[in-house]
């Protein structure tokens, strides 16, 4: 199945750009190399520009792509499992279970937690190998949740600023949401090549500054990425299919501020979310003791 190169007259970034907003106290890392899994992934291409910081209406969602957004990871597990037990001899069914348990980083990064013992080389043919099965045997079938694209309608309509960090491939997740007719609606696309989730959401922090930023995805490696990062909160899509399931309670025991197994409420818990964090009061300052 091909998949349509994007629209080049249908950007995603809309509109003027605001004044620039005066610079945050806390300094987050700019995004400007490419990561150290990409020659894995993709071939190395220059380090992105460095976005400046912009005032947005609302807020930021940022989407994570694979089991999130895309119905697809039976699919990718599927592909995994067999290329596991082709590659390192670990049984198929094993060997999606592994790839669940550690979904959410770039696959590159996921070989290298669960075959330390494996050279390089081993990895990396397998990686590129993996790119390539998931591409012509996951993602030319795989589509969007039912509830996606009103989701993210309903979603811009309320003002909110949407954008998408994925373990994928960059170019491929860029792709993907074109062809679904989605790409339209999100900001920015970062993936594997870009640096890892906590990156994106750095990232994301930096471009976005003074403004509720929520991550929503479907792992643990999804909920501790949103925890590790100032100033974002997890939302979770919870997950079963055969031999692995997620439920809420997983996800909000790994630090989702709200989980379930649909997105379709997306909207009122965000908006019941920052009406709390709006009438929380601030901490006070802990008073210096004198000498």
Known sequence: MTIPPPDESNPASRGPAPPPLPEES?????????????????GLGRPREVVPPRQVERGLVVFDLDGTILDDLNLISEVAGDLLEKAFATPAEEGRVHYLATTGMPFEAQLSQLYPGATPE??????????????????????????IPKLLKELDR??????????????MAELILEREGLRYWFEEV???ADGTKREHLAEYRRRFPGVPVFLIGDSRFDMEAAQSVPG???LGRSSSIRGWSLTPADLEKWG???????LSEVPAVLDRLTKKAARSPPKPRARRRRT
């Open 232 to 234: 974002v909160t997890a």
């Open 26 to 42: 806390t300094e987050l890392t700019v995004l400007s190399a490419t990561s150290q899994f990409a020659e894995m992934s993709r």
């Open 256 to 262: 989702a501020a709200w989980a379930d197994r649909t």
């Open 190 to 192: 970062l993936g594997s």
């Open 158 to 171: 309320q003002g909110w600023t949407m954008a998408i960090s994925t373990g994928a491939e960059t170019e």
């Open 122 to 147: 081993q990895r990396a043919s397998a990686a590129r190998t993996f790119h390539q099965r998931k591409v012509t045997e996951a993602y030319a079938k795989a589509k969007p949740f039912p509830e």
